[in-house]
């Protein structure tokens, strides 16, 4: 059973940081591509960040270019996004989603190629 669970979410003030974490179980880490994704109140899921299994390429949405930073550790089956010069507008619950085996994944960020989800952790930014 796969499973992916996220953590480090919180209440923080704009300007500051936090640093997300997805362990991910149930299947060969190493062979998949990575995303992050966020769902503020009110609208739809949008893309964040993502990173390929077998180059470690990223990509990233122009909303957060040059303040977050996608990285994973193969060893830890864990996948992480740094956050920094948090904006209230940051304000969603974040995922994060395995790519199908050995997938590509580009900047497009489209759900659809991704496959397993986790459940989801809440980021406040307050103003």
């Known amino acids: 059973q796969v499973q992916l669970v996220e953590s480090g979410g919180g209440l923080v003030q704009a300007g500051g940081s936090l640093r997300l974490s997805c362990e991910v179980s149930?299947?060969?880490?190493?062979?998949?591509?990575m995303g992050w994704f966020r769902r503020a109140p009110g609208k739809e899921r949008e893309f964040v960040a993502a990173?390929?299994?077998?180059?470690?390429?990223?990509y990233y949405a122009d909303s957060v270019k040059g303040r977050f930073t996608i990285s994973r550790e193969n060893a830890k089956r864990t996948v992480y996004l740094q956050m920094n010069s948090l904006k209230p507008e940051d304000t969603a619950v974040y995922y994060c989603?395995?790519?199908?085996?050995?997938?590509?994944?580009?900047?497009?960020?489209?759900?659809?190629?991704?496959?397993?989800w986790g459940q989801g952790t809440q980021v406040t930014v307050s103003s």
């Open positions: 989603a395995t790519s199908r085996v050995r997938a590509a994944v580009g900047s497009s960020g489209s759900p659809s190629e991704y496959e397993y």
């Open positions: 149930g299947l060969t880490f190493r062979w998949y591509s």
């Open positions: 990173i390929s299994w077998s180059d470690t390429s990223t």
